[in-house]
């Protein structure tokens, strides 16, 4: 049985220095690839090259919104070049966080746009970041109208929410936070996303799920975890739902690694 997590950070300081023994924690645990999300473009340059010394880790690059207000300029052309790269496999994480407004909202907003007329140029998927700001997000989403695959990462939102994420054909890609005894609304979230639409991650090196939820910091190979509560929620054999989720981040990433088809 074999996962991949479809987001996580391996270059933030909790988990770089040790990034050879995640991994292979990782693959012990059966996580045999990894999807490492930048959040700006210095981050860019560490994710490529980790991508490039691990053959298991996959780039994605993006401005996250708390680093909205310090982009410098020319920072749109800078971050075309890396998207354009054939091993850059999507733009983001990009979004809107309201929760801590670490960055004005009028400039999240314009980043965020402009990330989506770089993700149209480059025709590759969009990884999403939206806390507290679902109805601004979906309006700048509607009116940037995109044709490639959008997934709204580390949902945690409500079942009005993500009912409107699906209805737009939107995926929604679950955290540990979904283990969480409170978390009873985000498990109903997660039997109804639709199976070909429905990724999991880690976030790491955050939101460490139970079992081990309070062990710091999170990482790739707690991912069975977070799947094997949303499979078993869902009422679906554990090994099918593994195979399923993998294809899916496979497609939606157009990874260059086999995928076993779902049964």
Not at 29 to 43: E, H, P, R
Not at 137 to 151: E, F, G, N, Q, Y
Not at 206 to 224: A, D
Request: hydrophobic fraction near 40%.
């Amino acid at each position: 049985m074999t996962w991949i997590d479809s987001h996580c950070h391996l270059t933030f300081d909790a988990l770089s220095p040790q990034v050879g023994d995640v991994l292979r924690r990782a693959e012990a645990a059966g996580v045999t690839d990894c999807v490492c999300i930048a959040t700006d473009l210095a981050d860019a340059e560490r994710v490529l090259a980790m991508s490039q010394q691990f053959d298991n880790v996959h780039a994605v690059a993006g401005i996250h919104p708390h680093e909205a207000e310090k982009v410098a300029a020319g920072w749109s052309d800078g971050l075309l070049e890396v998207v354009s790269r054939g091993d850059v496999y999507a733009v983001g994480e990009m979004g809107l966080d309201y929760h801590y407004d670490f960055a004005d909202r009028d400039a999240q907003k314009r980043v965020f746009e402009t990330q989506l007329e770089i993700a149209a140029k480059v025709q590759k998927s969009i990884v999403i970041h939206s806390r507290e700001a679902h109805d601004d997000t979906m309006s700048i989403l509607k009116s940037a109208a995109p044709t490639t695959p959008v997934v709204f990462h580390c949902f945690t939102g409500t079942l009005e929410e993500a009912e409107a994420i699906i209805a737009a054909g939107y995926w929604i890609s679950l955290t540990g936070v979904v283990t969480f005894k409170k978390s009873e609304v985000l498990r109903d979230v997660a039997r109804r996303v639709p199976a070909d639409r429905l990724m999991i991650e880690t976030d790491a090196p955050y939101l460490s799920p139970v079992p081990v939820r309070g062990v710091r910091p999170n990482e790739p190979s707690f991912l069975p975890h977070t799947g094997g509560c949303i499979a078993a929620g869902r009422g679906e054999e554990l090994e099918t739902f593994a195979r399923r989720v993998r294809a899916n981040t496979i497609r939606f990433y157009g990874l260059p690694i086999h995928a076993e088809s779902a049964l």
